[in-house]
């Protein structure tokens, strides 16, 4: 469940590990591919845009607006779709 407190950094690692079926502790640090504060920085300055970089084997795509698309690539998680995750 989403709170006011989440942050960018955690709603996508929540999202890629929603999208993946894994659990986020599972998961690659989030700053191995992208630096958090940098990511919310950027985000949080947009009203319109998006910032695209791949966490996990996923394509992930945060835009200005809250939003967050995954798109993993099919190798090597269990059935994983594209979800969307919005603010």
Known sequence: MQTETDSVAERTVQAVATTTKT????LPPLYDAIDPDALAGVVNGMTRGE??????????????????????????YRGAESRSVGD
């Open 23 to 26: 659990d986020p502790t599972d």
């Open 51 to 76: 910032v695209v970089f791949t966490y996990a084997d996923c394509r992930v795509t945060v835009t200005g607006e809250g939003s967050i698309t995954v798109e993993p690539d099919g190798v090597g």
